[in-house]
T-cell receptor, first 118, second 114 residues
Framework: GAGVSQTPSNKVTEKGKYVELRCDPI?????LYWYRQSLGQGPEFLIY????????DSGLPNDRFFAVRPEGSVSTLKIQRTERGDSAVYLC????????????????FGPGTRLTVL | AQSVTQLGSHVSVSEGALVLLRCNYS??????LFWYVQYPNQGLQLLLK??????LVKGINGFEAEFKKSETSFHLTKPSAHMSDAAEYFC????????????FGDGTTLTVKP
């Protein structure tokens, strides 16, 4: 079956530009997560959706970062006025999100989008 | 704030030797604990997890890990390394009550020598 997919796989942009990164979760998964992974580091939590709503956005670094999931399936991570420090691999994951278990649901990760800001 | 420390960013073992990858966490309450593996050009894949119950957890590909509360550790082991185990391994924790917010270590790259 289809796993988590992310598009584009690579994105090169110039400083100050706006970018959108897309995540298609596994069908039926209600929980969706975004992480950022810089070179030589582990993934860093950004935001977690349960259905259409952001249940925890405490990891978003500043107000240039925003994510939506309007229909409870596909999610888009939006970055305004990109900076060179935003360069990283952006990972998306999804899980069943079963009530009471979401804290330790298995998260299924996509291959990531490599963002390079010149 | 929670943190996860993986001692040794690179570990090299010979094929057939014991694999030991170390993970320590800091948390005010025992968290949920996870090990993930990332093969080149692939997404992260769950190896095993500890939530409650038996502290020795068995995962895929012959890996296991033991939760030791007194040592705040969750080390990953495999009795006999295989060439196909070469990958990057990440330890992660989720604090109960903070559903979905995983905190990851910086990873350990495992090299297996023939």
């Amino acid at each position: 079956g289809a796993g988590v997919s992310q598009t584009p796989s690579n994105k090169v942009t110039e400083k100050g530009k706006y970018v959108e990164l897309r995540c298609d979760p596994i069908s039926g998964h209600t929980a969706l997560y975004w992480y950022r992974q810089s070179l030589g580091q582990g993934p860093e939590f950004l935001i977690y959706f349960q259905g259409t709503g952001a249940a925890d956005d405490s990891g978003l670094p500043n107000d240039r970062f925003f994510a939506v999931r309007p229909e409870g399936s596909v999610s888009t991570l939006k970055i305004q006025r990109t900076e060179r420090g935003d360069s990283a691999v952006y990972l998306c994951a999804s899980s069943f999100g079963t009530s009471g278990r979401v804290g330790h649901d298995e998260q299924f990760f996509g291959p990531g989008t490599r963002l390079t800001v010149l | 704030a929670q943190s996860v420390t993986q001692l040794g960013s690179h570990v090299s073992v010979s094929e057939g030797a014991l694999v030991l990858l170390r993970c320590n966490y800091s948390s005010s309450v025992p968290p949920y604990l996870f090990w993930y593996v990332q093969y080149p050009n692939q997404g992260l894949q769950l190896l095993l997890k500890y939530t409650t119950g038996a502290t020795l957890v068995k995962g895929i590909n012959g890996f296991e890990a033991e939760f030791k509360k007194s040592e705040t550790s969750f080390h990953l082991t495999k009795p006999s390394a295989h060439m196909s185990d070469a990958a990057e391994y990440f330890c992660a924790v989720i604090e109960p009550g903070r559903a979905g917010k995983s905190t990851f270590g910086d990873g350990t790259t495992l090299t297996v020598k023939p």
